[in-house]
């Protein structure tokens, strides 16, 4: 074993394999993986190794084309050939309209991707899957790349190829220990010796967590058993003369795919079990769990009314091994939060589909800091604070329990919440509130005008229409409140605070005392990263100047690795999170002045506090820091709280507005009315894949600046101009909404991809915003939006839509 790498990849199962691989692509070569027994010994060697090219947004289908891609070319390598059946073709059973239309949405995402679904009719399902009826079948989606993989000789090829050009296997090496040295490079213990490394990789599989703690740290990974069984030949398949589909069944939870001459089904139990929570057995490898058929029992029934055929064949092996979950379904591919030079590749469910892929996009943020996609869906940092080991298991199982059903637009399942509240969360639901989860936060979404009002799920407007509408119309002619929890707070102390922002925010920033600005962070590549409201706090018995960084719920760990990464040495800044000791309330509409100068003192006239300003006071008895900033284009206050105050605030505004007309919002009506205003939503709108002159944001650049992070090489980019521009569309449609990743035509040709989408109730426009390719994005520009399998016509329109001189703040 070398005693010094620059990458150690800590696990061989297809995560790790295809990390080595791909940062050998990426031209680094010192690499070496290590591993404690065999090459796959963990859940990979048994995995039933489909190999799908279907995804729920544009990074996912993207790293599953990527997947397919190396797999054909391994496969078709003399060196060391692989087993692939690619091309089988696989479907999406669907029994109801709106999973249908969820499958049109897909089918017109994926298309911006160069990728082509079929929506089929039960009819042609039964066609190109002989083995299935047609009973209680509405159609599915056909996804012609599906296929599967041999996944040793996957593995085995992508390690081939890795230490052909330079890269290092230990097999039957364990790693013992990790310490991160002063210089932030790494020593690891293993049973075979010590080897130095400037960069780890966390690749372990179902023991992700033990390498974690050799770290310091806990990573949101849960494993569930989870069955298949092989059948004895079946006749029917050798008659039909092809190879049968894969099949994926959301109505009865299973999968299925050819084995030889028989099928491979696979289940998705209700009564499902989590496995390892109490540690994992040492000499747990090429092992398997004890089979369990009787808990698969109602699921079978499903898959055998599915394919009668099932009844009359008889069962070769089952196999029940461990497969990893996340809170939210997606792995965690990136940065471990909280760490440098520390990445991981761990929580893969689908690892044989998705693995090269993963790989992929891992090396490039290894070797460039930043993919070619953005990885926000699959970035370890998206969780904060309530990742926790309980957490993680509810959400597994939930996951688990609905491995096919895709979520609809504002669906939030109910497994582990609430996560994060504050003070107020009873007494909104006192008021009827139905809550939306960001980040773990239970935010208001809207107010419900029953107790069993519950919209349906779909695509297109639903029930709620009406009751946005009513909040915003009140925040327009009266006043609204809305408690905005979870924002992501830093406060950024120290003599340097300016000059550290400076160089880290690609326009100005304001640095008066009493004032606020909103600031735009750029990668290395000129890329938008990061979002912020900087708001300067003047010096006061609560504390020293300092500047509150504020940025979006999720956000916190994520930035702040950002920022605490270009603190240099010798700079006088201290950053520390108060995200979970305060809340935002905003009050928001011509009347709040009023509401806020009954239960504030001081003089909150237009004089005397613009836009823009920040002022301490007491809203009642409750210290509180207000700046007036708009996010809805109303005018508007953020009145931020400590959160032991916050019930006594909250009591002081209601009191103050009840003669004004004061109601609640909620989170629909801010998108609502934020698209109206043209403002943006960080990993939504605002895309590593973009810059900020493409993201519409050149008022926040200043190039003029000697410097700031990403200067250098966005203005290469802005000499060679954009690949793509940010637009705003109006929709011919009163029915259906925009959603993202849904694609633009020009005629036949996609030339764009919606960000976001939603009713603006004050324009009565149906509104989108897309990223399109420049020739297509002047003003009056008429394209049309695949929304759910329809083309609806759009045209392209001033960004601002609503006060569009800003007359409501300014004036
Ligand atoms: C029954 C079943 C069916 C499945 N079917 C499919 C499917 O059809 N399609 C699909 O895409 N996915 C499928 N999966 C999921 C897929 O198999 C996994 O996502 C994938 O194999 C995970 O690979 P991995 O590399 O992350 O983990 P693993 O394969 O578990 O690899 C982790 C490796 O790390 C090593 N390791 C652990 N600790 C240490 C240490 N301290 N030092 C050194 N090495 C260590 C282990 O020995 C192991 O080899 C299935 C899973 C199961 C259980």
């Known amino acids: 074993m070398k005693s010094r790498t620059k990458v150690a990849v800590i696990g061989g199962g297809i995560a790790g394999c295809s990390t080595l691989y791909h940062l050998v692509q990426e031209g680094w070569t010192d690499v070496v993986l290590i591993e404690r027994d065999e090459l796959t010994s963990g859940t990979t060697w048994h995995s039933a ?183 004895e030949d079946i006749p029917a398949i050798q008659e039909a003369g092809h190879r049968m589909p894969l099949l994926r069944c959301p109505i009865s939870d299973y999968y299925s795919r050819q084995e030889k001459g028989g099928l491979l089904v696979g289940f998705y139990e209700q009564d499902c079990k989590t496995w390892g929570m109490d540690g994992i057995s040492p000499g ?64 893969l469910r689908a690892g044989l589909g998705e693995g090269g892929g993963h790989g992929w996009l891992l090396a490039q943020q290894i070797v460039h800091g930043e993919a070619c996609y953005d990885t926000w869906c699959i970035d370890p940092r998206r969780f904060t604070g309530h990742d926790n080991v309980e957490l993680t298991a509810l959400k597994a199982i939930e996951d ?8 609809f637009p504002h669906e939030h399942r109910p497994a582990g919440r609430p996560a994060k509240t504050t003070p107020l969360t009873p007494i909104f639901a006192a008021e009827g ?56 707070r830093l406060e950024i102390t120290g003599s340097d605070r300016h000059k550290f922002l400076d160089r880290m925010i690609c326009g100005n920033v304001p640095k008066r005392a009493g004032r606020v600005g909103l600031g735009y962070l750029l990668t290395h590549h000129g890329m938008i990263k990061c979002e912020a409201t900087i708001a300067n706090i003047p010096a006061s018995d609560r504390g020293p100047e300092r500047v509150w960084y504020g940025s979006a719920a999720a956000s916190e760990t994520h930035d702040m690795d950002w920022l605490q990464a270009h603190v240099q040495p010798d700079e006088d800044v201290t950053i520390q999170s108060l995200t979970n000791d305060m809340t935002i309330l905003v009050l928001a509409g011509p009347k709040a002045r009023q509401v806020l100068s009954d239960c504030a003192r001081g003089d909150w006239s237009k004089a005397a506090f613009p836009w823009l300003s920040l002022r301490e006071c007491f809203v009642g008895i409750a210290p509180a ?28 505004l209601k009191a103050a507005g009840e003669r004004h007309g004061l109601q609640l919002f909620g989170a629909r009506a801010v998108d609502s009315m934020r698209m109206e205003k043209g403002f943006l939503h960080w990993k939504a709108d605002l895309l590593t894949e973009f810059d900020p002159f493409e993201t519409g944001l050149s008022k926040f650049v200043k190039m003029e600046k000697p410097a700031f992070i990403g200067k250098v090489a966005l203005e290469k980019r802005q000499s060679d101009g954009p690949q793509r521009k940010l637009v705003t569309l109006k929709l011919e449609s009163t029915s259906h909404p925009a959603h993202s990743g849904a694609s633009l035509m020009l005629d036949d040709v ?62």
């Open 433 to 488: 509130a139905e809550f939306t989860v960001v980040n773990g936060w239970e935010r208001v979404e809207y107010i419900k005008p029953s107790n069993d009002f519950h919209p349906t799920l779909s695509f297109e407007f639903d029930e709620t229409f009406d009751l946005v509408a009513a909040e915003v119309r009140n925040v327009q002619t009266n006043v609204g409140l809305c408690e905005v929890n979870g924002f992501n």
């Open 750 to 811: 996609v030339v764009g991809t919606v960000t976001s989408g939603d009713w603006g109730h004050r324009t009565g426009l149906n509104l989108a915003y897309a990223f399109v390719e420049p020739a297509f994005a002047a003003q009056g520009q008429k394209l049309s939006i695949d929304i759910c399998g329809a083309l609806v016509n759009a045209e392209i329109i001033a960004p601002v839509q609503y006060d569009p001189d800003f007359a409501l703040l300014r004036k």
């Open 400 to 407: 688990y329990q609905n491995e096919f059903r895709f979520h």
């Open 625 to 652: 820091t207000v700046m007036a900033v708009s996010f809805s284009g109303e005018w508007a206050y953020e009145i931020h709280v400590p959160n032991a105050s916050l019930y006594a605030a909250y009591l002081a």
């Open 49 to 231: 190794a489909q190999v799908t090219n279907f995804g729920m947004n544009q990074t996912m289908v993207g790293l599953k084309s990527h997947s397919i891609a190396l797999y054909k070319k391994l496969r078709d390598d003399p060196d060391y050939p692989v087993g692939y059946h690619h091309g089988d073709g696989g479907i999406r059973l669907a029994n109801t309209e709106a999973q249908m239309q969820g499958y049109r949405h897909f089918t017109s995402m994926a298309r911006g991707m160069g990728v082509e679904y079929e929506i089929l009719d039960a009819e042609e399902c039964a066609r190109r899957h002989p083995l299935i009826s047609t009973e209680n079948l509405l159609g599915g989606l056909w996804d012609g790349e599906d296929g599967d993989i041999d996944p040793a000789q996957l593995c085995q090829a992508l390690a081939f190829h890795a230490r052909r050009a330079g890269a290092e296997v230990y097999r039957h090496t364990a790693v013992t220990a990790l310490t991160q040295k002063g210089d932030d490079t790494w020593t690891i213990e293993t049973t075979k010796g010590t080897i130095d490394a400037d960069i780890v990789v966390n690749a372990c599989g179902y023991r992700v967590n033990e390498v974690a703690e050799m770290m310091g740290v806990h990573h949101p990974v849960a494993s569930m058993e989870h069955q298949y069984f092989i059948t």
């Open 284 to 347: 747990f490898a090429n092992d398997l769990c004890p089979d369990d058929l009787d808990r698969v029992m109602e699921v079978l029934e499903g898959a055998f009314e599915r394919m009668p055929v099932l009844a009359d064949v008889g069962i070769k092996r089952i196999v029940n091994g461990p497969i990893t979950y996340t809170i939210d379904g997606a792995p965690l591919v990136g940065p471990i939060p909280g760490k440098t030079n520390a990445f991981c590749i761990i929580g």
